[in-house]
Every structure is written in structure tokens, then in C-alpha cells.
């Protein structure tokens, strides 16, 4: 059941496609422990996650439901699924490209405008431009395309 549950921000993936799903398991007492990994600090949507895991697993009978937070490794969006960007996509939302590869330790503060890149989902032309660094949430740019015109919005790459 919690494989079903859906992202409340991006509604056509399962927080499995999302990859925040991290494990399922029941322990010995019956209890069904779930752990999720929010895509980014502060993630406002995780009490909305974990509220709708519990009510996922109450109503598939399941009393007794530990919903626990696992912050290492950080998530990234290469933890999204194929089957997850191809419903972004058909969604009319651009999948990240993969993440930055970094090293260990403090990650570098960069003051330089951000140099992201994303094919419009609606016509697959990569001549789009950013109008926003943010779009409805944080974890989204707001692009344009500038071949059939039409706004989208991109997973930024964490």
C-alpha cells in the first residue's frame, strides 16, 4: 500500500517513482515502520506524506504504522524512476537531467546565475529559456519554451 501513495506536490508520481519512499518493513511486534527522505531541507510536503502513508496503511488494516524520516544519504533526484520521468513528462513537467556529481563536505556556495538546461515536454525542443528560478514549489524552475511558446515547469537537478 504505501508504494501507491502519491506525492501531494507532484500528484502523478508515487513516492516510490519519487524515489522518498526508502523501505517498508514489518517488525516483529507488528508494527509497519515506512521511512521517507524529503527531496530537500524544510520539505514542506512531508507532514502530508506521512499523514497519507499512515492513512494508506490504517485502511489496508495495518493498527500500528511508524512513519520515520531517513536524512543520509540526502535524497537526490537521480532516485527518480524512469517510469517516475516518464509520467513527469507526460504531465507536462520536465524531468531533471542527472544530479551534480559532488564531493564530500561543505558544498560550495556558488554566486553565479545557475546554468540548467530542459527539452520543452510539449514539443521536445531544447530551446528553452528560465523565467523563473522557482515555480509552485521550491524543487521547480519555471521555463519556457521558445519553439511552440508554451511555459513548463522543470525539476531542478539536486
Known amino acids: 500500500m504505501a508504494e501507491t501513495v502519491?506525492?501531494?506536490?507532484?500528484?502523478?508520481?508515487?513516492?516510490?517513482?519519487?524515489?522518498?519512499?526508502?523501505?517498508?518493513?514489518?517488525?516483529?511486534?507488528?508494527?509497519?515502520?515506512?521511512?521517507?527522505?524529503?527531496?530537500?531541507?524544510?520539505?514542506?510536503?512531508?507532514?502530508?506524506?506521512?499523514?497519507?502513508?499512515?492513512?494508506?496503511?490504517?485502511?489496508?488494516g495495518f493498527a500500528d504504522v511508524d512513519v520515520r524520516t531517513v536524512l543520509s544519504p540526502a535524497w537526490s533526484t537521480?532516485?527518480?524512476?524512469?517510469?517516475?520521468?516518464?509520467?513527469?513528462?507526460?504531465?507536462?513537467?520536465?524531468?531533471?537531467g542527472r544530479a551534480p556529481v559532488r564531493t564530500a563536505g561543505p558544498v560550495p556556495l556558488q554566486l553565479g546565475p545557475s546554468r540548467r538546461s530542459a527539452a520543452c515536454p510539449q514539443c521536445g525542443s531544447s530551446d528553452t529559456v528560465e523565467q523563473s528560478e522557482?515555480?509552485?514549489?521550491?524543487?521547480k524552475a519555471l521555463r519556457r519554451c521558445?519553439?511552440?511558446?508554451?511555459?513548463f515547469e522543470h525539476v531542478k537537478e539536486i
Do not use: N, Q
Request: proline share 8%.
Open 146 to 151: 521558445r519553439a511552440c511558446g508554451e511555459p
Open 6 to 60: 502519491t506525492d501531494p506536490e507532484l500528484p502523478m508520481l508515487t513516492l516510490a517513482d519519487l524515489g522518498v519512499l526508502r523501505d517498508v518493513r514489518r517488525e516483529d511486534d507488528g508494527t509497519v515502520v515506512v521511512e521517507i527522505t524529503p527531496t530537500y531541507s524544510g520539505c514542506p510536503a512531508m507532514g502530508v506524506m506521512r499523514a497519507d502513508l499512515v492513512h494508506a496503511l490504517h485502511r489496508a
Open 78 to 96: 537521480d532516485w527518480i524512476s524512469e517510469d517516475g520521468r516518464r509520467k513527469l513528462a507526460a504531465g507536462g513537467i520536465a524531468p531533471p
Open 134 to 139: 522557482f515555480s509552485a514549489t521550491a524543487c
